[in-house]
């Protein structure tokens, strides 16, 4: 058998066990279990939402306005307009979810990539790219979201950038972090020993073994994602009026609390989903942190 096959089938053998003890701790954190549920249901939601959906989430019908869960085949009653809420907060899951694992995705990329680069390259870079960072932590994160998406205009496009803005600084300073505690280990020494470059070190060697904290807090901030983004919802900074996002749905219906139908079903959906991914979230930080096992 070869060198490479060899190694091979090591690496797979190593996979097969990682795999397997994820898939232990998982069956052996209920609320994972939990949270897994919930956001999937939320998924296929969003999938099928015109499937799933009795009614058009814009279509009017005013003759119907305000209409009590369970009345004239409304299942959770209508809105100022006469708007299907069920159809509406079904809806809703096709902007929420995807602005949030958008907002966290494009932020971790960015950030880990800052923070890999400003560790190991150090000197000027590290000085230049920690104070940029520095500058865009010190203002707290709805505050600067609002003013970014308020210089650059209420939409959904917008919104998600200004999460980005705010949310890439927290994964630039961990990796950093990370990669300065590992960058000078015995196996990175090995590597360039080996004539490596350092890209190849970097992006090859080094990446590869600091990622992990990265997940599990990417995991942590998609449900405080979401729920800032419905925050800019609320304030007016999000999505078109008319849009069924649920931060807009829960400001519009505190303008008609006594309809207690409009604020509550686009709230539940909102904790539920946040509720999930923070279980998730700290199942994840139990599994990859040892210290906790």
Request: a neutral charge; aromatic letters at 12%.
């Amino acid at each position: 058998m070869s060198i490479s096959s060899t190694t091979s089938s090591i690496r797979a053998s190593a996979w097969r066990e990682q795999f397997a003890y994820i898939g232990y701790q998982v069956r052996h954190h209920p609320l994972v279990l939990i949270g897994l549920v919930i956001v999937v249901g939320w998924v296929l939601v969003a999938l099928f939402a015109p499937f799933l959906a009795p009614k058009e989430p814009l279509a009017q019908n005013v003759t119907d306005r305000l209409q009590p869960p369970g009345s004239r085949g409304y299942v959770w009653g209508t809105d100022e307009l006469g708007r299907d809420i069920y159809s509406r907060v079904l809806y809703g899951a096709r902007i929420t979810i995807p602005a949030g694992l958008a907002v966290i995705t494009i932020g971790s990329v960015i950030g880990v990539l800052v923070g890999a680069i400003a560790g190991y390259v150090g000197g000027i870079w590290d000085e230049v790219l920690m104070r940029i960072t520095e500058l865009f932590m010190a203002f707290p994160t709805i505050i600067l979201a609002m003013a970014v998406t308020a210089a650059l205009g209420p939409d959904i496009r917008n919104a998600i950038i200004a999460l980005v803005i705010v949310w890439w600084p927290n994964y630039a300073r961990l990796l950093r972090g990370i990669v300065l505690e590992i960058k000078n280990n015995e196996y990175i020494e090995a590597a360039r020993s080996a004539g490596a470059g350092g890209s190849y070190i970097l992006f090859r060697t080094i990446l590869p073994n600091s990622v992990a904290p990265a997940v599990v807090l990417m995991t942590l901030d998609i449900g405080n994602a979401i729920l800032t983004f419905a925050g800019l919802s609320f304030l007016g900074l999000g999505p078109d009026p008319t849009s069924p996002e649920w931060g807009r749905m829960v400001a519009i219906g505190i303008d008609f609390f006594g309809q207690w139908w409009m604020w509550l079903f686009p709230g539940l959906a909102i904790a539920s989903l946040v509720m999930a991914f923070n279980f998730i979230g700290d199942g994840v930080r139990d599994i990859f942190d040892p210290r906790l096992r």
